[in-house]
């Protein structure tokens, strides 16, 4: 009786000496999955967990690589540049063996903000005709990710609804144009405000922002982004305004310039292109609403009895003003319809494409209508210089160019008779005999404003002068 107890006490401690040792798997985070999109032309980061001091191998397309887990199981790596290519095999062996398949090499672009960007294409496609097309068809080279612990999944009709309607319609239209792979992450809330969608180290890093806290939560950049950190990426498309910043003292530019440059920092790509669409959405008419890009854009209108005189263009104009921030540029929503929640998604991701194009990937095509360059007086009028005239400016609908308007030293504006003359404006008013400022189209919506290019694609806000 007493040796059973001593054989039954010997076996207890010899199965749990061998309980307590813990082989860990190797593990890599869930955007490392089968139909992954890897960013080509960089040195693409791959990382994981297991066990301490544990050698990890990573090989793809002929490379192999290296890496030693730390003291808390980390581990990290980078592949050496790969071209456009695949389907490959992405295999991670320690202990363990993961073996990815069907990986792509193309073009990753990051999606993030509020509800613009989360909306899904089955609730849109319902009024979008051209979004719902698109959502029928198949694309073998276009993947979905969500950054929140999602895999990567193959856009066809199955998975297509339940992706982001405006990061979709992006996505497909730049996979068609430039034919190669493209891959697509998600991370968006709606309701949200960018002061949640970076840190307090953010803000302390940049000079205007050192002395301000993030949004209560700094939550939704460590939840949504952060994960994602430090996938190769090309880009970031950006749908995000109606909701401000939460930050007490900080506006859109000062905030957004925090938030840009910090991704940035962390990701440690470098200067990655950061596009936005511009808010407040629509509020203008558009070149040709029989192009289905503009199809839902507001009607012309006549011009009001007197011009703003106060601040009601200040939000658009200062949401003009984020293109300034390094390497950022604006999708142009004024001509694309209206509402907080524009119907036209296919509209606004193809018009995003298009900035992407031009402004990422170097293609012929305008991105911009005419944005202010510089004015001088001239008598009893002003004339504007323009950049992105394109094709050349151009007017729209009406008797003639109208949207403008001057004011002298008392600060009260007038409509102006305008004149295009060359890639200038000439804009003068018989009750202004000596102009010292000018602005066009100063209101939060502005479908009387009828200044394009031949390009088709509208002037942008603006106020200048004393």
């Not at 910043?245 to 840009?260: E, N, P, R, S, Y």
Request: glycine share 14%.
């Amino acid at each position: 009786m007493q040796l059973r107890h001593l054989l039954s006490a010997a076996l207890l401690l010899v199965v749990t000496s061998f309980s307590s040792v813990v082989f860990a798997d190797v593990e890599v985070p869930p955007l490392f999955s089968d139909h992954m999109v890897l960013q080509r032309d960089m040195e693409a980061p791959v990382w994981g967990t297991a066990e301490p001091g544990e050698e990890i191998v990573v090989s793809i397309a002929g490379q192999s690589h290296e890496a030693k887990a730390d003291a808390d199981g980390k581990w990290s790596l980078k592949l050496k540049p790969l071209k456009v290519g695949g389907p490959y095999v992405l295999n991670i062996k320690g202990s363990n063996t993961i073996e990815l398949k069907d990986v792509l090499v193309g073009d990753v672009w990051i999606g993030s903000g509020q509800s613009n960007m989360a909306g899904g294409v089955g609730g849109y496609a319902k009024n979008d005709e051209v979004l719902a097309e698109l959502a029928a068809g198949t694309y073998p080279q276009l993947r979905f990710c969500r950054g929140k612990g999602g895999n990567w999944q193959e856009s066809n009709p199955k998975t297509n609804p339940g992706f982001s309607a405006i990061l979709f319609a992006f996505g497909q239209q730049l996979q068609k144009d430039l034919d190669i792979p493209v891959g697509l992450i998600l991370g968006a809330v709606g309701g949200t405000p960018s002061g949640r969608w970076l840190t307090d180290e953010m803000l302390a890093n940049n000079k205007q922002t050192k002395e301000y806290k993030a949004a209560k939560g700094g939550d939704l950049y460590k939840q949504h982004i952060q994960p994602v950190v430090p996938y190769g990426i090309r880009g970031v498309l950006w749908d995000q305004g109606e909701s401000g910043t939460a930050i007490k003292g900080l506006d859109q530019f000062t905030t957004m310039g925090a938030l840009i440059g910090g991704w940035r920092d962390t990701w440690g790509q470098g200067e990655f292109p950061f596009i936005y669409v511009q808010k407040p959405s629509g509020g203008g008419c558009a070149w040709d609403k029989s192009n289905p890009t503009n199809r839902m854009a507001e009607d012309f209108t006549t011009l009001p009895a007197t011009p703003q005189q106060g601040n009601a263009g200040d939000y658009r104009a200062h949401h003009v003003g984020i293109m300034n921030h390094p390497n950022t540029a604006m999708v142009t929503a004024r001509d694309l319809g209206s509402g907080i929640h524009p119907r036209n998604k296919s509209g606004y991701g193809h018009r995003a494409a298009q900035v992407a194009l031009g402004f990422t990937y170097g293609k012929d095509v305008e991105i911009y209508g005419p944005i202010y360059a510089s004015h001088k007086v001239e008598g009893n009028k002003i004339r504007v210089q323009f950049n992105h005239v394109g094709n050349g400016l151009a007017t729209k609908y009406g008797d003639g160019l109208q949207g403008f308007a001057v004011a002298g030293k008392d600060g009260k504006y007038h409509w102006a008779q305008a004149t295009i003359d060359g890639d200038t404006v000439v804009a003068s008013s018989e009750n202004v005999p000596e102009p010292v400022s000018v602005q066009y189209a100063w209101d939060k919506n502005s479908t009387w404003a009828n200044l394009f290019n031949k390009d088709g694609l509208p002037a942008l806000i603006f106020r200048a002068g004393e």
